[in-house]
């Protein structure tokens, strides 16, 4: 089992910078990918950024340039450093991190946090 607790988010303006961090806890040495997802109401979560142990990364192509995610394996931690901030950044983001499982890899995920981008 695979614990993720999420913190930072909240209101920004647009063109502005905010910084999520996700603390890992639990069965950490099995984690593989860890990353960020975002959701609107009603709407399907999608990938924003993820980020591998030995530290690949990938990005929606609507963040890249604006957005960074980094790791760190001692600390177990992974953090999403969002800049240049847009109205449609506007979301729950959610900490994501995989293992691997007997037949399938297994997905964890953190509480959310809401991130709001408005004048």
């Known amino acids: 089992q695979v614990q993720l607790v999420e913190s930072g988010g909240g209101l920004v303006q647009p063109g502005g910078s905010l910084r999520l961090s996700c603390a890992a806890s639990?069965?950490?040495?099995?984690?593989?990918?860890m990353g960020w997802y975002r959701q609107n109401q009603g709407k399907q979560r999608w990938l924003v950024a993820d980020?591998?142990?030995?530290?690949?990364?990938n990005y929606a192509d609507s963040v890249k340039g604006r957005f960074t995610i980094s790791r760190d394996n001692a600390k177990n931690t992974v953090t999403l450093q969002m800049n240049s901030l847009k109205p449609e950044d506007t979301a729950v983001y959610y900490c994501?991190?995989?293992?691997?499982?007997?037949?399938?890899?297994?997905?964890?995920w953190g509480q959310g946090t809401q991130v709001t981008v408005s004048s």
């Open positions: 639990g069965s950490i040495f099995s984690i593989n990918a």
């Open positions: 994501h991190a995989q293992t691997p499982g007997a037949r399938m890899p297994i997905d964890y």
């Open positions: 980020i591998t142990t030995g530290g690949s990364t």
